[in-house]
């Protein structure tokens, strides 16, 4: 059973769900510091993948099917990560939430989403980091945004946990599931405790249309939660 270092996601994780191949490296050559929502993928890397499980069961009526999935990590070896947050265990954070996503399991998304109380936002923590990095490393960072494709290919944003499961929930009735490709984590260079990453991603419609998704992604590694979401069309 992986998902170790993911106390939170307990509930959620199951014996074979997530399966790491063993032969599993990390590219070098990875953008360190830059912009982490440029999911463009080092020109000499050869991509090393983590193997996903197909979608978990829904009770929608009728959900899309995606093929069993990889993500390639494409990372820095050696790169300084946080606790909670080798490249590994983000790969793993991000598949639990496509799973969720794919269930339409809104339970497992409150898990993996930051807490609606007790949280700080992002631009706040940029001060508290100048003067105490540990506090701002141990704050649970608030939810910044949600942003993907609706039922009509539009772009939604949402900004609440609530709106996010009204979303996922309107998505799983439609039979819309998502599988993830690529993910870029970059290690942190101005706030404790985040990792940033690209995220490449392909959305499979209920109707059978196949979108290919980029943008970016945050993970609060103190608290293992995904607080950034932000994909749109290719």
Same mark, same amino acid.
């Given at each position: /059973?992986?998902? %170790?270092?993911?106390?939170?996601?307990?509930?959620?994780?199951?014996?074979?769900?997530?399966?790491?191949?063993?032969?599993?490296?990390?590219?070098?050559?990875?953008?360190?510091?830059?912009?982490?929502?440029? @999911?463009?993928?080092?020109? #000499?890397?050869? =991509?090393?993948?983590? &193997?996903?499980?197909? @979608? $978990?069961?829904?009770?929608?009526?009728?959900?899309?099917? =995606?093929? =069993?999935?990889?993500?390639?990590?494409?990372? $820095?070896?050696? &790169? #300084? +990560? @946080?606790?909670?947050?080798?490249? $590994?265990?983000?790969?793993?954070?991000? #598949? &639990?939430? *496509? %799973?969720?996503?794919?269930?339409?399991?809104?339970?497992?998304?409150?898990?993996?989403?930051?807490? &609606?109380?007790?949280?700080?936002?992002?631009?706040?923590?940029?001060?508290?980091?100048?003067?105490?990095?540990?506090?701002?490393? #141990?704050?649970?960072?608030?939810?910044?945004?949600?942003? /993907?494709?609706?039922?009509?290919?539009?772009?939604?944003?949402?900004?609440?946990?609530?709106?996010?499961? !009204?979303?996922?929930?309107?998505?799983?009735?439609?039979?819309? *599931? /998502?599988?993830?490709? +690529?993910?870029?984590?970059?290690?942190?260079?101005?706030?404790?405790?985040?990792?940033?990453?690209?995220?490449?991603?392909?959305?499979?419609?209920?109707?059978?249309?196949?979108?290919?998704? $980029?943008?970016?992604? !945050?993970?609060?590694?103190?608290?293992?939660?995904?607080?950034?979401?932000?994909?749109?069309?290719?």
């Amino acid at each position: /059973m992986i998902c %170790r270092g993911f106390s939170q996601l307990r509930r959620i994780c199951a014996p074979a769900v997530l399966a790491v191949s063993a032969s599993v490296t990390l590219l070098g050559g990875c953008l360190v510091g830059g912009d982490s929502s440029d @999911p463009t993928l080092s020109p #000499d890397a050869t =991509p090393t993948a983590i &193997a996903t499980g197909t @979608p $978990e069961a829904s009770n929608s009526s009728a959900p899309s099917e =995606p093929p =069993p999935s990889s993500i390639t990590i494409d990372a $820095e070896a050696g &790169a #300084d +990560w @946080p606790e909670n947050c080798q490249p $590994e265990q983000v790969a793993e954070l991000v #598949d &639990a939430f *496509t %799973r969720a996503f794919n269930a339409g399991d809104t339970g497992a998304l409150q898990e993996i989403l930051p807490d &609606a109380v007790n949280t700080i936002r992002r631009d706040t923590l940029l001060a508290t980091a100048a003067t105490d990095p540990i506090a701002a490393a #141990d704050a649970a960072v608030a939810l910044q945004w949600f942003s /993907m494709p609706d039922g009509d290919g539009e772009v939604v944003a949402l900004y609440s946990t609530e709106d996010i499961a !009204g979303f996922v929930r309107d998505r799983n009735a439609d039979g819309d *599931t /998502m599988s993830l490709r +690529w993910i870029k984590p970059v290690p942190p260079s101005y706030l404790p405790g985040i990792v940033d990453l690209g995220v490449e991603a392909t959305l499979h419609t209920g109707d059978g249309v196949e979108v290919a998704l $980029e943008g970016k992604a !945050g993970i609060d590694c103190s608290h293992e939660r995904l607080y950034l979401w932000s994909v749109g069309p290719a």
